[in-house]
T-cell receptor, first 115, second 110 residues
Framework: NAGVTQTPKFQVLKTGQSMTLQCAQD?????MSWYRQDPGMGLRLIHY???????DQGEVPNGYNVSRSTTEDFPLRLLSAAPSQTSVYFC??????????????FGEGSRLTVL | DAKTTQPNSMESNEEEPVHLPCNHS???????IHWYRQLPSQGPEYVIH???SNVNNRMASLAIAEDRKSSTLILHRATLRDAAVYYC???????????FGKGTLLTVNP
């Protein structure tokens, strides 16, 4: 049981390049989220999904796209990378959506640097 | 979600209890209090959560004030592995949209 798996762990991009951060979970969780964490800061929600085919924007969605074609996978796409997107990205999943229920499981993170 | 206030940092000694405070004075009656922690170079991990009553699990205890305006995460015997950033979150919404502030950086001295 791997939990939440993120790839790649490290990536360096040039400004304007595009890439996809992969996230997969093997716990059959309906709900998945992407966060970013900047140095000395908490985590900010980028996008989330409440099930296959359903996604919505979080606090900082600009510059990112997501899709959810399967329950297991929730990739995050950077369309045209900018230095402001240099950050550590975390994917998370949970089984339950109700208030106060459902532990949020996080991946180990993907560290992205945009030059 | 109610705003939470935590100290930026705290220190403790190994094998001693640690009390991590959190203030959430604007909490609503249906908001839960969640605690997560983030070890160095890892993603956050769940610690404990509660609504009104004190809660215990294998990792920690959560003591919630009677007026619910504050809470305390208690680590009964700190180990070096407990050195992490601890996040207190007050949320009335779904867990997949939790808001993480800056948290408290806990240093454990050997």
């Amino acid at each position: 049981n791997a939990g939440v798996t993120q790839t790649p762990k490290f990536q360096v991009l040039k400004t304007g390049q595009s890439m996809t951060l992969q996230c997969a979970q093997d716990m059959n969780h309906e709900y998945m989220s992407w966060y970013r964490q900047d140095p000395g800061m908490g985590l900010r929600l980028i996008h989330y999904s409440v099930g296959a085919g359903i996604t919505d924007q979080g606090e900082v969605p600009n510059g990112y796209n997501v899709s959810r074609s399967t329950t297991e996978d929730f990739p995050l796409r950077l369309l045209s990378a900018a230095p402001s997107q240099t950050s550590v990205y975390f994917c998370a999943s949970t089984a339950a959506a109700g208030r106060g229920t459902g532990e949020l499981f996080f991946g180990e993170g993907s560290r992205l640097t945009v030059l | 979600d109610a705003k939470t206030t935590q100290p930026n940092s705290m220190e403790s000694n190994e094998e001693e209890p640690v009390h991590l405070p959190c203030n959430h004075s604007t909490i609503s009656g249906t908001d839960y209090i969640h605690w997560y922690r983030q070890l160095p170079s890892q993603g956050p991990e769940y610690v404990i959560h509660g609504l009104t009553s004190n809660v215990n699990n294998r990792m920690a205890s959560l003591a919630i004030a009677e007026d619910r305006k504050s809470s305390t995460l208690i680590l009964h015997r700190a180990t070096l592995r407990d050195a992490a950033v601890y996040y207190c979150i007050s949320s009335g919404g779904s867990n997949y949209k939790l808001t993480f502030g800056k948290g408290t950086l806990l240093t454990v001295n050997p």
